[in-house]
Structure formats: C-alpha cells, structure tokens
C-alpha cells in the first residue's frame, strides 16, 4: 500500500494540538510555546516532512517559482546564465522553472503558456530569433505578471530589461525581479540606461514611446 505524504494533520492528530499551532510552529512564529514547538519540529523531521508548496501558494498566492525561456539550454552562455539565475534564487528562497524555445516563436508561446498554468510569479526572458511580434508578451504583463528581458530583448516591449554578461548579468535579472515582488510592485521602476560599475552590463529599464501594447479597461 503507497503511503500518502506526511501533512500537518498528521502531525497534529499525533501530537494532540492544533493543526494551526503545528503551522505556527513550523513556520518559527514567536507566540508558539517553545516545548510545543520543540515537539513539532522533532516529529516533523521524524516523520520526514515536506511542506506542500503548491497548497502554500494558494494560501499566499505566490508560488514563489520564477519562469525562465532562453533559446538554448545546452549552450555555454546560457548554462552561466542558468547558473547565475539559480543561485540567486536560491539565496531567496525562490525556484526556477526553466524552459528552452529552440529558437523557434511557436515554442516560445507555447513555453510562455506552460509556465504561467503554473502560476509563476514572473518571467525571464530571452526571445528567441523569431520573435518580432510583443502582443502575446503585452497580454502577459496586462495580467499583472511582472516579465524582465534579458540578452535578446524587443525594442517596442516595455519591461525591464538587462543586456547580460553571462553569470554576473543572469544573477542581477532574476534579483531584479525578485526585488520588484518583495517590495509589493510587479516590475521595478523603470529608470535610465546606465552601465552596471561591476559587469558593465546596460540595465535599460526605459520605457518605449511605442510599446505596441493596447490599454484596456475593465
């Protein structure tokens, strides 16, 4: 018989509590009595607990996972540019969903789609040679998902956008965007152009004139 994951209930209905004061406890709240959470914290390691992060984001609304499309995984600019992305994710606490376009607009969208069933809580993006046409990506940000472009990026796209140097260029994108979800606002405020002092990377945050981008109202 398949046993079922270890859940909060369980550890409750084990210990005798509350499955709100097994929350608390796990999530290291002050107002928890320390044996009590001595208690749930041994029983959760026993048990071999893992918090259920999709059951989280419903609660939270935020998944707290970051989508990435690049054109090609396996090539070494991209993999120092993947690498740069996880680890400032990680110190974060964030997750990163990585998907490749193959250079191709069609494999693009479709990667686009998957990622936001996924409810991501943004986008890293790096267009594919294809892409010329930024209505789908308007559609995106018109649904309040924070997008940031990096690399290849589109002119008359307005979002935030930084021209990498590979590890150190990838480690400030996904910074950025986590940085814009932290601070309460989908994308940063957009500021000028200027070259980064430590990689030389041009962070051009400015908006288009002509974004191709149709306000709607609603």
Known sequence: ???????????????????????????????????????VLELATRLNYEPNIMAQSLVKRSTRIIGVIVP??????????????????????????????????VQELASMKK?????????????SKETKDPSEFCKVKEKGVPIVMFDRILPDFSCNRVIVDEYEGAYKAVEHLIKGAAD?????????????????????????????CRSTKG
């Open 1 to 39: 018989m398949e046993k079922h994951p270890v859940t909060i209930k369980d550890i409750a209905r084990q210990l005798n509590i509350s499955v709100s004061t097994v929350s608390r406890a796990l999530r290291n709240v002050s107002d928890i009595n320390p044996e009590t959470k001595k208690a």
């Open 115 to 127: 990622l936001l069933a996924c409810n991501v809580d943004g986008l890293l993006v790096s267009i």
């Open 72 to 105: 090609a995984i396996h090539s070494h600019y991209f993999s120092q540019a993947l690498s740069g992305m996880t680890d400032v994710a990680n110190e974060n606490n964030y997750y990163l969903m990585f998907c490749q376009s193959n250079e191709t607009y």
């Open 184 to 212: 309460g606002s989908s994308i940063l405020p957009a500021r000028k152009a200027s070259p980064s002092p430590r990689t030389g990377c041009t962070d051009t945050s400015t908006r288009s004139a002509n974004t191709g």
